[in-house]
Structures are given as C-alpha cells and as structure tokens.
C-alpha cells in the first residue's frame, strides 16, 4: 500500500475515532442514575435552603432596623458576597436566574426560558413544581423554581403602583437601572435557584 493510502486510511479511522468518542462522551453526559441524581437535588436542596436563610434572615432583620430602602441598599452590597462564602464552602458555583431579572447577569439563557416557561405552566395549572438536574459541559446543574411566597417579596418586587413605594421604585431605579424585577403577585414565580456542580461527582 502506498504512502498516500496510507495516510488517508489513517486519517479516516482517526476521524472515526474521535467522533466516536464525542458521541460516547454526548450520551454519558445525558445519562444520570436514580441514585446520584437525588443525592444531587438532596445537596441542592440543603444549599438553596442554607442561602436563603442566611439571605432572609439578614433582609428581615434589616428592613425592621432600617426600612425598606436601605434593605435594599444593603443587599445590593452584601447578597452576593455571602453567595460567594457559601458556594466556595460548599465548592460549587450559585446564582438565580430569571425571566424578569433585576441584575442583568442574572438574565436566563434560552435553556433556562424554557425550565422557566414550563414551571409558570405548571403553577398556573396549580401542579406541584419540583427541582431538576440538567446535565452539560462535564457538570451537573441544579434548578429549583423560586416563587413569591411571603408579602414582604412585594415590597420590592411586587406591582410598583399599590406593593411599592415611591421611595422604593426610587432606590430601585437607582441601584438597578435595568430593574424588570417588579409586576409580581403572590404564588407566581420570581426566577430559578442555580446550583453548578463539578465534574460529576
């Protein structure tokens, strides 16, 4: 066989090779036992919880010191370093996403539209919402739905002319120029909790 043969037959079983691996490495990433992926909406869950608390407890406290607008200011500042503490105690990677976003890095890409989209189908149905583990990119990812549970979330994220005061709408307007976070009532959902982890464990 010559030289040129050679190294064409070779090239073609390489190609063959590496998209043979692809394809394997595509199904893998779509594949998630029973077991792991409770134990992953488990940990989620246990996270999401502990965030929130922590969140709530210092926006609770806050707003009975200070009022409304300076809860805001304050979380503006603070919400996302405590994020940070407790995704780097728990080496994994937390944000919320929404359809109706405050900050402008917490937009949601289509993918998530479409967890999004699915769940205000499902509220609206008066079905019970749970979370789900999607999987991508060497890593799982957890979501849960967020929803406006108690009369204080519409103080700032509630229908700006009978929830919000104008000294809020004014603070908001303020911190987050690009605020779409607002027009909610009770039981409707506010966005979706992110939980990023490594490498498939």
Do not use: W
Request: hydrophobic residues 40%; glycine residues 4%; charged residues 25%.
């Amino acid at each position: 066989m010559d030289t040129r043969k050679t190294t064409i037959l070779f090239r073609l079983a390489l190609t063959s090779i590496l998209c043979t691996s692809l394809f394997v490495s595509c199904q893998q990433d779509k594949e998630l036992d029973d077991k792991t992926r409770t134990a992953l909406i488990e940990k989620g869950k246990q996270i999401s919880a502990s965030l929130s608390g922590a969140l709530l407890t210092k926006l609770s406290s806050e707003i009975q010191a200070n009022g409304t607008v300076e809860a805001i200011k304050y979380c503006s500042v603070n919400a996302l370093p405590l994020t940070d503490s407790i995704a780097k105690l728990e080496k994994v990677k937390i944000s919320r996403v929404s359809h109706k976003n405050r900050n402008p890095a917490n937009a949601a890409n289509e993918e998530e539209m479409a967890l999004i989209k699915n769940y205000i189908a499902q509220i609206e149905k008066g079905a019970a919402t749970a979370p789900v583990i999607t999987t991508g990119k060497g890593k799982y990812t957890y979501y849960a739905p967020v929803v406006i549970a108690m009369p204080t979330c519409l103080k700032c994220h509630g229908k700006p002319d009978t929830d919000i005061d104008a000294e809020v709408l004014n603070a908001l307007k303020t911190l987050y120029p690009e605020d779409q976070a607002t027009g909610f009532a009770m039981g409707e959902l506010r966005g979706l909790f992110k939980i990023e982890f490594d490498d498939k464990r």
